[in-house]
C-alpha cells in the first residue's frame, strides 16, 4: 500500500499571528478615523485634521505595541516559571510525574496499562516537552511570542490608520467627515468579514459586529467634537 501524507491547516495554528493583526488593524482604523471625523466635526480645516490624524496614528501604532509586548511578556514570564518548576520536579521525583502524566492519560480515556506505556514512551522522547503540553497546555502553537506580537500589532495599526487619512487627503474639504466615516464602515466591514474568515467564522457576523462598534465609536466622537467646537466658536 502507497502511504498517503495527511496534512491539515487548523486555526488554531493562526490564533497569535490573527489575533494580533485583526486587533491592531481594526483598532488602528476605528481610533484614527473617529479622531479624524471628531476633529473635523469641531470645524477645523484639513491641515489640522491631518495633523491630529498622523499624531493619532504615530501614538496609537507604540500604544499597541507596547501595551501587545508588556501583556505577552507576562504570558511568557507565567510560562517560563511553570516550565522551570517542571524541570525540577522531573529532576528531583521523576516516578511521581511519570504517575502524573499516566493519570493525565488515564483521565483522557486510557486503560491504565496503555497509558503507562504511553507515557513511558514519551518521558524517555522528551519530558519536559510531554509535561509541557499535556500537563501545563503550552505548545509551539500557542507559545507567546512577546515582540512578533508587539511589531504585528504596530504594523497592522499604522496600516488600519492609514487608511483615514488617505481619505482626508482626497476628500472634499467640505466634507472630510462624511467620506471618513462612510469609507471607515466599508474599511471595517472587509476587515471583519476577512478576520472572520481566516478564523474560520462566519464573514457576515464579523463584519457587523466591528461595523456596529466602530460606527457606535465614530457618532460618539463626532459629536463631541460638534458639541464643543460649537461652544469655543
Request: proline share 2%; aromatic share 4%.
Amino acid at each position: 500500500m502507497s502511504r498517503l501524507s495527511h496534512s491539515e491547516i487548523h486555526m488554531v495554528h493562526r490564533i497569535g499571528w490573527l489575533r494580533a493583526a485583526v486587533l491592531g488593524a481594526n483598532d488602528g482604523l476605528v481610533s484614527t478615523a473617529s479622531l479624524v471625523v471628531g476633529v473635523a466635526a469641531a470645524g477645523s480645516g484639513k491641515p489640522e485634521v491631518l495633523v491630529a490624524g498622523l499624531a493619532g496614528l504615530v501614538a496609537g501604532a507604540m500604544s499597541m505595541a507596547a501595551g501587545e509586548y508588556v501583556s505577552v511578556s507576562s504570558q511568557t514570564d507565567a510560562e517560563q516559571a511553570d516550565l522551570a518548576r517542571e524541570t525540577r520536579e522531573l529532576a528531583e521525583m521523576p516516578e511521581a510525574e511519570l504517575d502524573e502524566l499516566t493519570r493525565i492519560y488515564v483521565d483522557r480515556g486510557l486503560d491504565r496499562d496503555l497509558a503507562e506505556k504511553v507515557a513511558t514512551q514519551l518521558t524517555e522522547r522528551d519530558a519536559l516537552g510531554t509535561h509541557a503540553r499535556d500537563e501545563l497546555g503550552i505548545s509551539e502553537t500557542v507559545t507567546a511570542r512577546p515582540i512578533q506580537a508587539a511589531l504585528v500589532s504596530a504594523l497592522t495599526f499604522a496600516t488600519g490608520a492609514v487608511v483615514p487619512l488617505i481619505v482626508v487627503l482626497l476628500a472634499p474639504a467640505t466634507s472630510i467627515g462624511l467620506w471618513v466615516a462612510v469609507s471607515t464602515i466599508v474599511g471595517l466591514a472587509l476587515l471583519g468579514g476577512l478576520g472572520a474568515s481566516a478564523g474560520g467564522a462566519g464573514v457576515l457576523r464579523g463584519a457587523l459586529r466591528v461595523t456596529l462598534w466602530g460606527s457606535l465609536a465614530m457618532a460618539a466622537t463626532a459629536a463631541v467634537g460638534a458639541l464643543f467646537g460649537v461652544a469655543v466658536g
